[in-house]
């Protein structure tokens, strides 16, 4: 008896321990790759005492590896960007569901599910080469596919998951067979065979190499703020539109995470992803990495996106681009979009 009460007593001394190093940890798995995070982390830290492990690796890699360590994961939470790719972990059952007042109040309802959160959003726009293209000609995505285009139109692969998510958003809007027919007018106007990222497509279109292409928002931002005299060239020689505004709006994306169902410090975890949806954090992604915050009406300083200006986003939610992937993958491989 003397003994059992020993160990319970043991047991609880030991649980309170566990408790106390639960407060002051997170470990960190983050795809997002952008350099201006780390402030956005040291505030964490600095608000609430917690320290963060990160570990940084590419986004399927980290997929990979989460589903590896399995229930002895240290992974707390894991951050990443495109709403497919977040589909995906929560498709394999690696998020836990988390149940937040503050952030089912912080998040619109079309950006969250019940075990995955966006943080920021992302527009995929035309950037078009102002001698060679007319603005007229290139205001809806569909317009890419018009033979009017034959030979100017560039882009990164199609099965890039920024690439597959629009693509899911135009199945979801137009149906497969639409969309199919639209990847086939986009590869009968290649100027190129697909290769480099967004910012490699809109330095081929300043450069007259291309007369048109698809980007994500924050990479042109990132130019527009860049002093480098190749960069304001760039932005000189291009122009940005918002797509489809007459009719489903802008195709949006997003970054975001969730708690891990295996996560060891969930007090932690749930504290990071409220304070992801914080004032502070949400400017760090407007400031920092030119995306727009998800909390509606929150100001912030950043000229470029202020330049960029208003626009119409599409409203589809971002749990449903995930529905369409498989099939935004066949119709670009069909259409011989690679
Ligand atoms: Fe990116």
Redesign the pocket.
């Known amino acids: 008896m003397g003994t059992l009460i020993l160990a319970l007593a043991g047991a609880g001394f030991s649980a309170t321990l566990a408790q106390a190093a639960e407060e002051k940890v997170l470990n960190l798995y983050s795809a997002r790759?952008y350099q201006t995070d780390e402030k956005l982390y040291e505030n964490f830290t600095k608000q609430t005492g917690i320290k963060i492990n990160r570990i940084e690796a590419k986004e399927d890699e980290l997929l990979e590896r989460i589903k590896n360590e399995g229930a002895n994961s240290p992974a707390d939470v894991f951050l990443t960007?495109d709403a497919a790719r977040l589909a995906v972990a929560h498709e394999l059952g690696l998020f836990a569901p988390v149940k937040s007042k503050l952030l089912e109040s912080r998040i619109p309802a079309n950006l969250r599910t019940d075990d995955w959160f966006s943080f920021s959003t992302r527009a995929r726009v035309i950037v078009y080469n102002k001698a060679a293209v007319k603005a007229a000609d290139v205001q809806n995505y569909e317009d890419l596919a018009d033979p009017k285009l034959k030979g100017k139109f560039c882009s990164r692969s199609g099965s890039h998951p920024?690439n597959l998510s629009l693509m899911s958003a135009i199945i979801a809007h137009q149906g497969e067979a639409k969309a199919e027919q639209w990847a086939r007018g986009l590869v009968a106007n290649f100027a190129r065979a697909p290769k480099g990222?967004?910012t490699d497509q809109i330095k081929a279109v300043a450069a007259g190499e291309c007369g048109v292409t698809i980007s994500?928002t924050?990479?042109v931002a990132r130019i527009m703020r860049s002093d480098k005299p190749e960069d304001k060239k760039t932005m000189e020689a291009v122009g940005v539109i918002w797509p489809n505004q007459k009719s489903y709006g802008t195709h949006i994306n997003v970054s975001g995470g969730g708690m891990l169902k295996t996560a060891p410090h969930k007090e932690a975890a749930v504290k990071f992803l409220e304070y992801l949806a914080s004032d502070d954090a949400q400017r760090y992604f407007a400031d920092g990495n030119n995306e727009w915050p998800v909390v509606a009406g929150l100001k912030f300083a950043n000229p470029a996106l202020d330049s960029l200006g208003k626009f119409k986003a599409d409203a589809l939610p971002v749990g449903s681009l995930a529905m369409y992937r498989t099939k935004a993958q066949v119709v670009f491989d069909r259409a011989g979009f690679r």
């Open positions: 790759h960007v920024y990222g967004d994500n924050y990479y």
